[in-house]
């Protein structure tokens, strides 16, 4: 099931955006590319993936809740359930009311001074890019794969972009693309990943 994001852009909800202090190594027509890193690209719903646990879900909330300040507790809290119900394609799971309501209870006592923790980037493209998958998986590749190492963001990048295509995520397929061997994935492979990557072929 798609995402129904009709509630999000009927009420003008941000859900993306760029580094607003982190300048790139390198622009290009498609997008940046950010050869250290940077914290501060929110791209909520980008990729195909859901959100698959609570921990996932508080932490949607809280980037949704910190990039719309002008959002009041009462219409922070119609986001949080529209977000939160199944059948409108966000999550994979139901949750109890008395769960959701401690969630966005907690999220709405965070100090919005502070950006929410957040993976690091490397690799943004631009909404308006028309590249295809595949290409977007040979510019991450190139970019990537410059240093042969494979960082584990780099890994994650790359696994989203797989699963994206609707195709099975496995370790020769993020080696071949970033063009190191598969025992560096193993090497660089957290448990985190193995679990996302478990979850995101639960998907397909």
């Known amino acids: ?9 009927s009420n003008k909800i941000i859900y993306r955006r760029g580094p607003i202090n982190d300048q790139p190594s390198e622009t290009f027509e ?8 940077t914290h ?7 990729s195909k993936a859901k959100i698959t646990s609570y921990k996932s879900l508080k932490w949607h909330l809280l980037v949704l809740w910190y990039l719309n300040p002008q ?24 949750i109890p009311e008395m769960l959701l309501k401690k969630i966005i209870y907690e999220v709405s006592m965070e100090d919005l001074e502070y950006p929410p923790k957040n993976r690091i980037r490397k690799v943004i493209f631009k909404d308006t890019t028309n590249l295809t998958k595949s290409e977007k998986l ?3 590749g190139k970019l990537i794969g410059r240093n042969s190492k494979a960082q584990p963001e780099d890994i994650y990048e790359t696994m989203l972009l797989i699963h994206d295509k609707s195709e099975k995520i496995t370790i020769t397929k993020i ?11 193993y090497r660089n492979m957290t448990h ?3 679990k996302e990557k478990e979850l995101l072929n639960e998907e397909i």
């Open 30 to 37: 498609w997008g940046a590319f950010y050869e250290s890193g």
């Open 71 to 94: 959002l009041d507790q009462d219409k922070f809290e119609q986001l949080a359930y529209y977000i939160a119900e199944k059948d409108n394609g966000f999550i994979t799971f139901s």
């Open 138 to 140: 040979s510019i991450v």
């Open 192 to 194: 985190e990943l193995t």
């Open 1 to 9: 099931m798609s995402r129904n994001m009709r509630y999000l852009h």
């Open 175 to 185: 080696a071949r693309i970033l063009n190191v061997s598969t025992r560096t994935i």
């Open 40 to 46: 501060e690209c929110y791209e909520l719903f980008r």
